[in-house]
C-alpha cells in the first residue's frame, strides 16, 4: 500500500523556536492532512489542504500542499509548551469504495530539558 | 457534545480469548473506521465501514472482524487475540467535509 515518510521522527523545541516537519510520498495524493495527538488522546485535525501549491494558515501554524501533490510540510512559529505532541501528517485519496486515508509515522515533538 | 466513545479504554486480555471493543459516535456520520497505532508506523487502517452493513477492510484487516448494524456503532471484534495484536487501537467516524473525528483510544495487550 501507500506509504508516506514523515521527518523528523522526533524533535526537541525551545520556547519560542519555529519548528517544521514534513511528509513525502511515492504517490500522489488529493487531500493533505496535519493531526496533532496529545497524550492519551486521538488525533485532532490541525489543518486540512485540498490543491496543490496551497499554502493554509491556522493561528501559528502553516503548511503548505506540495506541487507534485506527493508531499507535505507543515511549521509552527514561535513554539510554546502546549504544542508538545505527536504530530502526523495524513494523505488521502479518493477511491471507489471511499476516501482512504494513510498516516505517515508521526514526529513526536518534546521540550528541551 | 458531538463526540466518538470508545469502551473499554484499557484491556489486558490473554491469547485466544475473544474480545470486542466498542465504538459509537453521536454525529450521524456515514463512514467509520477503525485504526491501530504502533509506535513509528503511525495510524494503520483496520477496517471501514461507508454505511450500515457496508464494511471493507483496510490495510492491516488480518486478524480482526467488524459487524455496522446500526449508522452509530461499529465493534470491533478480536476472534482469538494474539500478541501481535497489542497496540492502540482508534475508531473514527467522518463528516461530510471529510473531516475525521478520533475517540480516546483503546489501549488493548495481549499476554
Known amino acids: 500500500g501507500q506509504q508516506l515518510n514523515q521527518s523528523p521522527q522526533s524533535m526537541f523545541i525551545q520556547e519560542g523556536e519555529d519548528v517544521s516537519m514534513n511528509c513525502t510520498s511515492s504517490s500522489i495524493f488529493n487531500t493533505w492532512l496535519w493531526y496533532k495527538q496529545d497524550p492519551g488522546e486521538g488525533p485532532v485535525l490541525l489543518i486540512a489542504?485540498?490543491?496543490?501549491?496551497e499554502l493554509t494558515s491556522n493561528g501559528r501554524l502553516t503548511a503548505q500542499f506540495g506541487i507534485t501533490r506527493k508531499d507535505s510540510f507543515l511549521n509552527i512559529s514561535a513554539s510554546i509548551p502546549s504544542d508538545v505532541g505527536i504530530y502526523f501528517c495524513?494523505?488521502?485519496?479518493?477511491?471507489?469504495?471511499?476516501?482512504?486515508?494513510?498516516f505517515g509515522g508521526g514526529t513526536r515533538v518534546l521540550v528541551k530539558p | 457534545e458531538a463526540q466518538v466513545t470508545q469502551n473499554p479504554r484499557y484491556l489486558i486480555t490473554v491469547t485466544g480469548k475473544k474480545l470486542t471493543v466498542t465504538c459509537s459516535q453521536n454525529?450521524?456520520?456515514?463512514?467509520m473506521s477503525w485504526y491501530r497505532q504502533d509506535p513509528g508506523l503511525g495510524l494503520r487502517q483496520i477496517y471501514y465501514?461507508?454505511?450500515?452493513?457496508?464494511?471493507d477492510k483496510g490495510d492491516v484487516p488480518e486478524g480482526y472482524k467488524v459487524s455496522r448494524k446500526e449508522k452509530r456503532n461499529f465493534p470491533l471484534i478480536l476472534e482469538s487475540p494474539s500478541p501481535n495484536q497489542t497496540s492502540l487501537y482508534f475508531c473514527a467516524s467522518r463528516d461530510a467535509y471529510n473531516e475525521q473525528f478520533f475517540g480516546p483510544g483503546t489501549r488493548l495487550t495481549v499476554l
Open positions: 465501514s461507508m454505511n450500515v452493513e457496508v464494511t
Open positions: 454525529m450521524n456520520h456515514e463512514y
Open positions: 495524513a494523505g488521502q485519496e479518493i477511491k471507489a469504495a471511499g476516501n482512504k486515508l494513510t
Open positions: 489542504l485540498y490543491k496543490a501549491g
